[in-house]
């Protein structure tokens, strides 16, 4: 089965600053590689996701990049706010079984 | 569109009753997976079926267990519960078929399932 790391499990950032979420998997043939955000008591919200064939992808002020040579992705937030402050998982899959990371949780201070 | 939905929101059963979880899915999507979150072991995979057929199955016991229906809507039922069942129980449907390589999924709001 596919083994998923995300690290750091936890951040805490300066409102404003950036915040970078690294995630390592380790079956080669994973070709779809989501983010998702989870608020506390809601439900998990996929915020951006990116296939195989392609490197970087942004949507205004997240963006997630891919080294499927190295195996792993990562989540980008610039210029971050208070509404940021979730619990993020990766879930890189090559189906619908999402294998998802532990998560991290993002403070972000005011 | 309407969100997944799922029913019941909250659910306490005792030890070795059996519990059916349902999940409707978004209109137009004909995948549903089932997931378990619990504080120690995150979110795993339990199933996901599409067009009434299981293609997806997680490391669970085959006490838990599912279905799906004609219209999408989806079944989930643990038999014999035990107290490490307690857990958040999240249904997601997914827009698209096998082999368009798009995977996204659509979270519900979960079931609450606390067994003692």
């Known amino acids: 089965g596919e083994n998923v790391e995300q690290h750091p499990s936890t951040l805490s950032v300066q409102e404003g600053d950036s915040a970078v979420i690294k995630c390592t998997y380790s079956?080669?043939?994973?070709?779809?590689f989501p983010w998702y955000k989870q608020e506390l008591g809601k439900r998990p919200q996929l915020i951006i996701d990116?296939?195989?064939?392609?490197g970087e992808k942004k949507d205004q002020r997240i963006a997630v990049t891919l080294n499927k040579t190295a195996k792993h992705f990562s989540l980008h937030i610039t210029e971050t706010q208070p509404e940021d402050s979730a619990v993020y998982f990766c879930?890189?899959?090559?189906?619908?079984?999402?294998?998802f990371g532990a998560g991290t949780t993002v403070t972000v201070r005011a | 569109k309407a969100g997944v939905t799922q029913t019941p929101r909250y659910l306490i059963k005792t030890r070795g009753q059996q519990v059916t979880l349902s999940c409707s899915p978004i209109?137009?999507?004909?995948?549903v997976s089932w997931y378990q979150q619990t504080p120690g072991q995150g979110l795993q995979f339990l199933f996901e079926?599409?067009?009434?057929?299981?293609?997806n199955k997680g490391n669970f016991p085959g006490r838990f267990s599912g279905r799906q229906f004609s219209n999408s809507r989806s079944e989930m039922n643990v038999s014999t519960l035990e107290l490490g069942d307690s857990a958040l129980y999240l249904c997601?449907?997914?827009?698209?078929?096998?082999?368009?390589?798009?995977?996204?999924?659509?979270f519900g709001p979960g079931t609450r399932l606390t067994v003692t």
């Open positions: 990116i296939r195989s064939n392609v």
């Open positions: 079956d080669s043939a994973s070709n779809y």
């Open positions: 209109s137009g999507h004909r995948s």
């Open positions: 079926y599409f067009s009434e057929t299981q293609r």
């Open positions: 879930a890189p899959s090559n189906d619908y079984k999402l294998s």
């Open positions: 997601a449907s997914s827009p698209s078929g096998w082999d368009t390589g798009s995977y996204e999924q659509y």
